[in-house]
């Protein structure tokens, strides 16, 4: 445990190194930065750290490693595994990089941006747009999460089936080591076999191997339309045939492919009721599918509707609505984007955020149903996701008129296990894009082969062999 008084001198030397109007001790100031954004977790810090250049966080790094001092960074603080907030201890220190937030350069010609980490993702969307360009990665909080998040976490979102998930949008970083050395591997490039790719160990580490304080990211060109449709099916297996189908007729121009089982779209129209149900009979399933057109978006439409045409003839889809403008178009995308807003309205629920290979999606759906069925009648599961690239929220309500809380303490432990024994079997993961955290690191370590975890821990220990680098999440 740290010395109460190297945490104090710990943060007079941090006051020294960044300001004092930077360095936050009082609770009044800190509380926002010590609770997770779903409120699972809340815990201490001596300090909550606001450098404002990287320069700025490698200094406060070598104080950590001189005093011995823990450190967790954080972003916009949107993470939904609890990975950037401390222990109960009040020895570890927060440093957010919300003032590293300047956009350093556009580079329309080579299809790049380069933004500090603390820059929001929806001002990373803006600056690519103002340059004529596409800056793909789109999820709920973009309005409050950071890059730097999103880079810590691999954060997938809505357009992954395209442009892959923030790993694939990013070609170089800046990082700050755990020995406190600025590391500038800011290079725009799409081809470099120079050795290790040292990149991609710092995406998805979630600040354990080192704080990424800037990053070079890829671009797009805009699209010149986007066509989207709601599409109505029988069953997970139904959307599987109809994904194969729009692949084949859409191929690349294919960006978004979003399963909602019916209860889910029932749960938004009961909390939500201007978001009706969107057809006249009940569904099993409704696929939320968008096309991004370079052409026109006449050839965006008439290609869209070649391909519910023949859905609907094969029998693929029972009922499907096209998007008649641009506000219809959003009202579609609300309606899933609702679906956790909803589920909060419904009372607590059991989440989860995995992966498994796309061909087992309807297996792993029914099975797992079905098994929690047999162990509590009555749950209700609210299924959807990203069926495009296999990452499914998982979630299990309490049966209608139960207490929410009595069956979170009384089944939630079980149903991890059925969900995440199901996951395992059918070869997936248990974190899709939202990352492990403090949430599921013990599960991690638990489905993980032994000589995986032991060359995850070989990597630690190379970078970080203090463990003050947001230590007890991802890795035990």
């Keep these: 445990m740290t010395d109460p008084t190297s945490a104090q001198a710990f943060v007079a030397a941090c006051r020294d190194a960044i300001g004092t109007a930077h360095v936050l001790t009082d609770s009044h100031d800190t509380a926002a930065f010590l609770t997770d954004w779903r409120r699972r977790y809340t815990g201490a810090a001596c300090a909550v750290l606001l450098p404002g250049t990287p320069q700025e966080v490698a200094a406060i790094v070598k104080l950590a490693v001189e005093y011995r001092i823990a450190i967790v960074p954080q972003g916009g603080n949107t993470g939904l595994a609890g990975g950037a907030t401390p222990d109960t201890s009040g020895a570890q220190a927060i440093v957010s990089l919300r003032r590293l937030n300047r956009v350093r350069d556009t580079d329309p010609h080579n299809n790049t941006i380069t933004v500090e980490a603390g820059v929001l993702l929806a001002d990373v969307q803006a600056r690519a747009d103002e340059a004529g360009r596409l800056f793909p990665l789109s999820l709920a909080a973009e309005g409050s999460c950071t890059i730097g998040g999103n880079l810590a976490t691999n954060a997938g979102g809505t357009g992954v089936l395209r442009y892959g998930n923030t790993r694939e949008l990013c070609l170089g970083l800046e990082v700050v080591t755990p020995q406190g050395e600025l590391w500038d591997g800011l290079r725009g490039l799409r081809k470099d076999n120079t050795g290790y790719d040292l990149r991609d160990l710092f995406i998805g580490a979630e600040g354990t191997l080192g704080i990424i304080t800037a990053a070079v990211m890829k671009l797009h060109p805009q699209p010149a339309a986007r066509v989207t449709a709601l599409a109505a099916l029988a069953s997970p297996h139904a959307a599987l045939d109809f994904l194969s189908l729009a ?14 089982s019916d ?30 057109d370079s052409e026109s978006e006449e050839h965006g439409r008439a290609l869209f509707e070649r391909l519910m045409e023949h859905a609907l003839e094969s029998g693929l889809v029972d009922d499907a609505v096209v998007a008649a ?25 059991i989440k989860h955020d995995i992966a498994v290979p796309i061909s087992r999606i309807g297996h792993f759906i029914e099975e797992t149903d079905a098994a929690i069925a047999q162990f509590v009648p009555g749950a209700r599961m609210v299924t959807f996701g990203h069926l495009g690239d296999g990452n499914l929220h998982y979630n299990v309500q309490a049966p209608e008129g139960g207490d929410p809380k009595a069956f979170l303490k009384q089944y939630q432990s079980d149903i991890n296990t059925i969900v995440y024994d199901n996951v395992h079997r059918h070869r997936g993961s248990i974190s899709a894009e939202h990352g492990l955290g403090q949430l599921k690191v013990d599960e991690a370590m638990h ?30």
Excluded at 454 to 471: E, Y
Aim: hydrophobic residues 45%; charged residues 20%; contains cysteine.
């Design 263 to 292: 209860f889910c779209v029932r749960l938004v129209g009961r909390h939500f009721p201007q978001m009706r149900y969107p057809f006249a009979e009940s569904h099993g399933q409704v696929v939320l599918l968008e096309l991004s």
């Design 447 to 476: 489905y993980k082969q032994a000589v995986e975890v032991q060359m995850m821990k070989a990597v630690k220990r190379a970078f970080d062999p203090l463990n003050l680098m947001n230590p007890g999440k991802v890795i035990r």
């Design 247 to 260: 692949q084949r007729f859409a191929g690349p121009l294919l960006t978004g492919f979003e399963l909602m």
């Design 325 to 349: 403008n641009l506000a219809q178009s959003k009202a579609f995308w609300a309606m899933r984007e609702h679906i956790p807003l909803a589920q909060a309205e419904e009372g607590l629920n």
